[in-house]
């Protein structure tokens, strides 16, 4: 790249609010007043959707922030910078009045340095506290602009530009419609089961054949039409093209994302796994599951290393998932890997809300009984320590029988249980996903990717 261009990292985040907007129709609108007010900046990326964690209470939907990563002229960067800050402003303030105070914006000039690689990793896995947020900023100081000062959405930009990493990624075309106020979608569902047949092969999450539900709309009231994700960037306006919406669509976009990739699930040890961390943890089951009121299902796990009882954790299987069946079935002894979020329940301290449980180890379920009569076949009775056995139905008596040792067949099988399609968070890799995981770097868009 010739020396005057300099690369610029935009990242936004909490551009949405309760009664309405999403931080992605900010950035869809911003990159098309980028490319319509400077004529030869280039994005060096799709633009980023990018999913941080899920277990933070403060998120409106689905912790979602946005990076932008452009490469333009040298002495545009000031404008650049001007024409971000005021296109997020009036972005907001289209949806309702707010005193800046949440939403963040973070430029960055050049290079991502590691720092901000490992507080993406940071926000994406646990909490991010302010001191942290002020740790990473006192070194990018001259290469970071802040225009709109630090506020909680900042840590949502600076994560997102951190994710510029080679990792498992998708894309997602998101459309936008005119109307965004009203939860229900206008969308032909028999036209996304076709496109779902279709390009299944390129696509995930379109159409839940089991409930016969469309998986691309969301429900709430904000902007967001439709949302198809797949493996690559090409095909997803085709499919687009082939689905039928009968409201107004204002345009679409393509992001590359973490969506559909367990990102978040990072290994941990259960003794040091704290509250709104999210990962996998190796575990034996401690208590067997108890059924909650509704069929909800909690069950207690231990470190297998470690059997102080100080470190077990509940673990929560919620019935929307398709898990609790699985669950259900689980006994004392039993090892797994339980991945999720960690969360604090009133009563009972942290508890893991489970959403993705890999069975290792299933324990032999060993049931002993007194021996049979070999006379009438009633079960004998003990007639006393070293005495023998007596049967009570005939009378007969002996020294010889041994204890009835029967091992019950288990119904459960090791392996990867994983929350069914209805239920998947943007995180969770779906089933599908499995065996398409890949190392993604950024790449410039090409054909069409936004409308
Ligand atoms: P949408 O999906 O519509 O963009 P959202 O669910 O992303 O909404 P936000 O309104 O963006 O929710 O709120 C999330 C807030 O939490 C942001 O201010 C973001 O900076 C902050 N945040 C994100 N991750 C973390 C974290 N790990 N620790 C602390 N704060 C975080």
Same mark, same amino acid.
């Given at each position: 790249?010739?020396? &005057?261009?300099?690369?610029?990292?935009?990242? =936004?985040?909490?551009?949405?609010?309760?009664?309405?907007?999403? #931080?992605?129709?900010?950035?869809?609108?911003?990159?098309?007043?980028?490319?319509?007010?400077?004529?030869?900046?280039?994005?060096?990326?799709?633009?980023?959707?990018?999913?941080?964690?899920?277990?933070?209470?403060?998120?409106?939907?689905?912790?979602?922030?946005?990076?932008?990563?452009?490469?333009?002229?040298?002495?545009?960067?000031?404008?650049?910078?001007?024409?971000? &800050?005021?296109?997020?402003?009036?972005?907001?303030?289209?949806?309702?009045?707010?005193?800046?105070?949440?939403?963040?914006?973070? &430029?960055?000039?050049?290079?991502?340095?590691?720092?901000?690689?490992?507080?993406?990793?940071?926000?994406?896995?646990?909490?991010?506290?302010?001191?942290?947020?002020?740790?990473?900023?006192?070194?990018?100081?001259?290469?970071?602009?802040?225009?709109?000062?630090?506020?909680?959405?900042?840590?949502?930009?600076?994560?997102?530009?951190?994710?510029?990493?080679?990792?498992?990624?998708?894309?997602?075309?998101?459309?936008?419609?005119?109307?965004?106020?009203?939860?229900?979608?206008?969308?032909?569902?028999?036209?996304?089961?076709?496109?779902?047949?279709?390009?299944?092969?390129?696509?995930?999450?379109?159409?839940?054949?089991?409930?016969?539900?469309?998986?691309?709309?969301?429900?709430?009231?904000?902007?967001?039409?439709?949302?198809?994700?797949?493996?690559?960037?090409?095909?997803?306006?085709?499919?687009?093209?082939?689905?039928?919406?009968?409201?107004?669509?204002? !345009?679409?976009?393509?992001?590359?994302?973490?969506?559909?990739?367990?990102?978040?699930?990072?290994?941990?040890?259960?003794?040091?796994?704290?509250?709104?961390?999210?990962?996998? #943890?190796?575990?034996?089951?401690?208590?067997?599951?108890?059924?909650?009121?509704?069929?909800?299902?909690?069950?207690?796990?231990?470190?297998?290393?470690?059997?102080?009882?100080?470190?077990?954790?509940?673990?929560? &299987?919620?019935?929307? #998932? !398709?898990?609790?069946?699985?669950?259900?079935?689980?006994?004392?002894?039993?090892?797994?890997?339980?991945?999720?979020?960690?969360?604090?329940?009133?009563?009972?301290?942290?508890?893991?809300?489970?959403?993705?449980?890999?069975?290792?180890?299933?324990?032999?379920?060993?049931?002993?009984?007194?021996?049979?009569?070999?006379?009438?076949?009633?079960?004998?009775?003990?007639?006393?320590?070293?005495?023998?056995?007596?049967?009570?139905?005939?009378?007969?008596?002996?020294?010889?029988?041994?204890?009835?040792?029967?091992?019950?067949?288990?119904?459960?099988?090791?392996?990867?249980?994983?929350?069914?399609?209805?239920?998947?968070?943007?995180?969770?890799?779906?089933?599908?996903?499995?065996?398409?995981?890949?190392?993604?770097?950024? =790449?410039?868009?090409?054909?069409?990717?936004?409308?």
């Amino acid at each position: 790249m010739s020396s &005057v261009f300099e690369v610029l990292h935009i990242g =936004i985040d909490d551009v949405d609010s309760p009664s309405g907007g999403c #931080t992605t129709h900010a950035a869809y609108r911003l990159v098309k007043e980028l490319l319509r007010n400077f004529r030869d900046l280039r994005l060096i990326d799709y633009p980023n959707l990018v999913r941080l964690n899920p277990a933070i209470p403060f998120k409106t939907r689905g912790n979602g922030a946005v990076s932008i990563r452009v490469a333009v002229r040298r002495e545009l960067i000031d404008e650049v910078v001007e024409l971000v &800050v005021k296109s997020i402003r009036d972005y907001v303030r289209s949806y309702e009045y707010r005193p800046d105070e949440d939403y963040g914006v973070a &430029v960055l000039i050049g290079d991502v340095p590691d720092i901000l690689r490992s507080f993406y990793r940071k926000a994406l896995t646990d909490f991010i506290h302010r001191d942290y947020l002020m740790r990473v900023l006192r070194p990018l100081k001259g290469r970071l602009a802040t225009p709109l000062g630090i506020r909680r959405g900042l840590i949502g930009a600076l994560a997102a530009i951190g994710w510029f990493l080679k990792c498992d990624c998708t894309y997602e075309l998101i459309s936008y419609r005119t109307d965004g106020l009203t939860p229900d979608r206008c969308i032909d569902a028999e036209s996304v089961k076709q496109a779902d047949m279709r390009f299944r092969n390129k696509t995930f999450l379109n159409f839940d054949y089991i409930e016969g539900r469309v998986l691309i709309a969301p429900h709430g009231p904000d902007p967001v039409l439709a949302g198809i994700r797949g493996e690559e960037p090409h095909v997803l306006a085709e499919v687009f093209n082939t689905i039928r919406f009968c409201e107004g669509v204002e !345009g679409w976009m393509i992001f590359r994302t973490n969506q559909g990739t367990d990102a978040h699930l990072i290994c941990r040890d259960l003794s040091s796994f704290r509250y709104l961390q999210t990962g996998c #943890t190796k575990a034996v089951v401690d208590l067997k599951p108890r059924i909650l009121p509704g069929g909800d299902v909690i069950f207690r796990v231990r470190d297998p290393l470690n059997h102080d009882q100080r470190n077990s954790v509940w673990v929560a &299987v919620f019935k929307e #998932t !398709g898990l609790t069946g699985v669950a259900r079935e689980l006994v004392k002894g039993d090892e797994a890997y339980v991945c999720g979020s960690m969360k604090y329940w009133n009563g009972l301290g942290p508890v893991l809300h489970l959403e993705k449980l890999i069975l290792t180890k299933l324990t032999q379920i060993k049931v002993v009984r007194n021996p049979r009569c070999p006379r009438c076949g009633a079960r004998m009775k003990s007639s006393g320590r070293n005495k023998g056995w007596k049967c009570v139905k005939c009378g007969f008596r002996t020294r010889e029988a041994e204890k009835d040792i029967q091992y019950i067949k288990r119904e459960l099988r090791r392996g990867t249980y994983i929350p069914k399609d209805s239920a998947v968070k943007h995180l969770t890799k779906p089933a599908v996903r499995y065996g398409r995981e890949r190392d993604c770097i950024p =790449i410039e868009p090409r054909g069409k990717w936004i409308s």
